[in-house]
Each structure stands twice: as C-alpha cells, then as structure tokens.
C-alpha cells in the first residue's frame, strides 16, 4: 500500500509540475527525473539527500562534457 500512495503523491506532484513548469521557463522533464532520482534513492530525508548530490552530480557532468565538445568543434560553425 505504501509503494500505490508514493506512486499517487508522485503522479500529483508531477501533474502539477508539468502544468505550471513551462510556464515559468523551467524544462518539464528536469522535473520528471528529479522526482524519479528521489524516489529511486528511498525517498524521505535520506533519498532527498542522496537526490541532491546525485544530481548534482549529474549537472556537473553534463556542463563538463558540453564545455569539452564546445571546446574541440569550431564554434564559428555553430552560428551560420
């Protein structure tokens, strides 16, 4: 019973988020895998935490990877 009411709070809280993310210029499915991470991770407090530096942990990684590609092509190609 516990895994349908964390599974509903999640469907609602995703529904919500969903609804009003675009509208404030934030990326829906930034949302989705944040939600999903916390839930993986246990939920609670425990789960919040090892969310959090999980993706942390992910943001870090992206920015690296995308500076390094950037980096090694000719951006000039970028803008025409």
Same mark, same amino acid.
């Given at each position: 019973m516990d895994l349908l009411r964390r599974s509903l709070i999640t469907a609602l809280l995703f529904g919500i988020w #969903?609804?009003? #993310? $675009? +509208? !404030? $210029?934030?990326?829906?499915? +930034? $949302? +989705? !895998? $944040?939600?999903t991470t916390y839930f993986a991770a246990g939920g609670g407090r425990e789960g919040a935490v090892k969310a959090a530096f999980s993706n942390a942990s992910g943001i870090f990684w992206a920015i690296l990877s995308i500076r390094l590609a950037l980096k090694s092509v000719d951006s000039s190609c970028l803008w025409r």
């Open positions: #969903s609804r009003f #993310s $675009g +509208a !404030a $210029g934030l990326i829906t499915w +930034a $949302g +989705a !895998a $944040g939600c």
